[in-house]
């Protein structure tokens, strides 16, 4: 069983590798942000919640996220594995991630970081809210907010994957092929 943590700041390319991740492993995908998109839609407290904070370009606190992490791994009892993707964002979640997971017998396999210059995240961000429809796509300042705070709050995490030997990172720009192809060798040496 693989159990990914898919780290990156905003922009580089996370969703996008974790697509082909999932097909070529079939891994079962969690993302907070479809998390939250998902309790968003049904109308749920915590969807409320985390929208307040997605709109100010915030992370979201973290019993919100870690109340929704763990109802979707309770739900996915058959999976071959997970692909964390941006989840977890502090270090505090991280424990709180390893720790759920023991009450399931699993472990995270390994952290993959995509590196990625900041110039490039902006202009890739930009060009996705002109798509996506997202709000924090599309504006410079909450742009800079989720960079900044992803710079300030998030990468800590690797820190925390790196003392347990569990991280590597990988060149994030390049072709989407390429970038693949070297996250796979990376999971294939597990």
Not at 1 to 12: D, K, Q
């Amino acid at each position: 069983m693989y159990n990914i943590v898919l780290f990156g700041p905003p922009g580089a390319g996370k969703g996008t590798q974790s697509e082909k991740l999932i097909e070529k492993y079939d891994l079962t995908h969690l993302s907070t942000g479809d998390l939250f998109r998902k309790h968003l839609g049904e109308g749920t407290a915590l969807g409320e919640l985390a929208k307040k904070y997605m709109n100010e370009g915030r992370l979201v606190p973290d019993e919100v996220v870690i109340s929704m992490v763990e109802e979707k791994i309770a739900e996915s009892k058959n999976t071959k594995g997970f692909i964390f993707d941006g989840f977890p964002r502090t270090t505090a979640q991280a424990q709180a991630l390893d720790s759920m997971l023991e009450r399931h017998d699993m472990s995270i396999s390994g952290m993959i970081a995509l590196d990625v210059p900041e110039s490039v995240l902006k202009e890739r961000i930009k060009e996705r809210g002109k798509t996506s429809g997202r709000v924090d796509d599309q504006d410079e300042e909450k742009i800079n907010t989720r960079i900044s705070v992803y710079f300030q709050e998030t990468l800590p995490v690797a820190a925390y994957y790196e003392k347990q030997g569990k991280f590597t990172k990988i060149n994030g720009v390049g072709t989407i092929q390429g970038i693949f192809n070297d996250i796979a060798h990376v999971i294939d040496s597990y």
